[in-house]
């Protein structure tokens, strides 16, 4: 299904599939002044992996591992589907595989480990997902019957969110610290259901719901949680949103509407760096990752 994206005088055609907004590839020359063969051309969903970050690609169906410092490509592997999310644990790097609606692994040299929860392994269609290294889980966004599921390092489903207050799920964040998790959900305009992050507890009760009518966003995607602080992409924005975590209140935003070094154009994920507090977004129109130093820090 088309629609068009007004951004000031532009009008933009976006194609709404699997809860995403993307926009239709430019030439490669147009895109990115001529990017090499490897390059990263849609990136979508990003993890940490020590200095280096996992991305997704949706168009070129890899993931992508790279230095943090040169955002340069450091090795890719092939995923044969549309990648999706993504997340690194216990020397695994997990993807979801939107076209085989599972969840698969491999190593860091790329090598295929098989399908996360071996045999056990449900159809799943992983939008998004985050690890809890402290309780060993999982949280998944579920596409497919708009649930979060939690499963063990090992694959076994633990337990399923489910809530008549989620319509669009797209990504997830998680508060360790106050065992709660964040669902980014697009609502649906047609039946009067705004934009909003649910915040449930690790047991699936429904805490609180961030407004986006208050906030300002109504295409909410991937997010990160960060000194009390939740950053959240906004892909029809082009801005990161940073929200009090309890309140919803706006602190500051990151990047503006644009393709020009520094600005976002469809941004769908970020991740924020633990020691330097840098934040690093998916940039998915100009097919690049955009680094904040210090983005990551609240005024």
């Known amino acids: 299904m088309k629609c068009f994206l007004r951004q000031g005088a532009v009008i933009l055609p976006v194609l709404l599939a699997a809860g995403f907004l993307f926009l239709p590839p430019p030439s490669r020359a147009v895109e990115t002044g001529g990017r090499s063969p490897g390059d990263l051309a849609s990136p979508v969903r990003i993890a940490e992996m020590g200095d280096l970050l996992i991305v997704s690609d949706y168009r070129e169906k890899a993931v992508f591992l790279l230095n943090k410092l040169k955002l340069k490509s450091v090795r890719s592997f092939p995923v044969k589907g549309a990648p999706l999310a993504v997340a690194y644990t216990g020397g695994r790097i997990l993807v979801g595989n939107e076209t085989e609606k599972r969840i698969e692994m491999y190593?860091?040299?790329?090598?295929?480990?098989?399908?996360?929860?071996?045999?056990?392994?449900?159809?799943?269609?992983?939008?998004?997902?985050?690890?809890?290294?402290?309780?060993?889980?999982?949280?998944?966004?579920?596409?497919?019957?708009?649930?979060?599921?939690?499963?063990?390092?090992?694959?076994?489903?633990?337990?399923?969110?489910?809530?008549?207050?989620?319509?669009?799920?797209?990504?997830?964040?998680?508060?360790?610290?106050?065992?709660?998790?964040?669902?980014?959900?697009?609502?649906?305009?047609?039946?009067?259901?705004?934009?909003?992050?649910?915040?449930?507890d690790y047991s699936g009760n429904l805490r609180r719901a961030l407004s986006g009518q208050r906030a300002?966003?109504?295409?909410?995607?991937?997010?990160?949680?960060?000194?009390?602080?939740?950053?959240?992409?906004?892909g029809v924005l082009g801005k990161v949103l940073v929200l009090d975590s309890s309140s919803g209140s706006l602190a500051k935003t990151l990047g503006s509407f644009g393709a020009e070094p520094g600005q976002l154009m469809l941004p769908l994920d970020v991740v924020i760096d633990r020691l330097t507090k840098d934040a690093y977004v998916t940039n998915n129109r100009p097919g690049r990752i955009e680094r904040f130093p210090g983005g990551g820090l609240l005024p």
């Open 216 to 234: 300002g966003f109504s295409r909410p995607q991937g997010m990160s949680f960060s000194e009390d602080h939740l950053f959240l992409a906004d």
């Open 107 to 200: 190593n860091p040299a790329g090598n295929n480990l098989g399908v996360f929860g071996g045999s056990r392994g449900n159809r799943i269609l992983a939008r998004d997902m985050a690890m809890d290294e402290r309780s060993d889980t999982l949280f998944v966004v579920d596409g497919l019957d708009r649930t979060v599921k939690l499963f063990d390092r090992e694959g076994t489903l633990i337990q399923t969110i489910m809530s008549r207050d989620i319509v669009n799920p797209a990504g997830i964040a998680i508060d360790a610290e106050r065992s709660e998790l964040y669902v980014s959900d697009y609502g649906d305009p047609s039946l009067k259901n705004p934009a909003l992050v649910h915040v449930f």
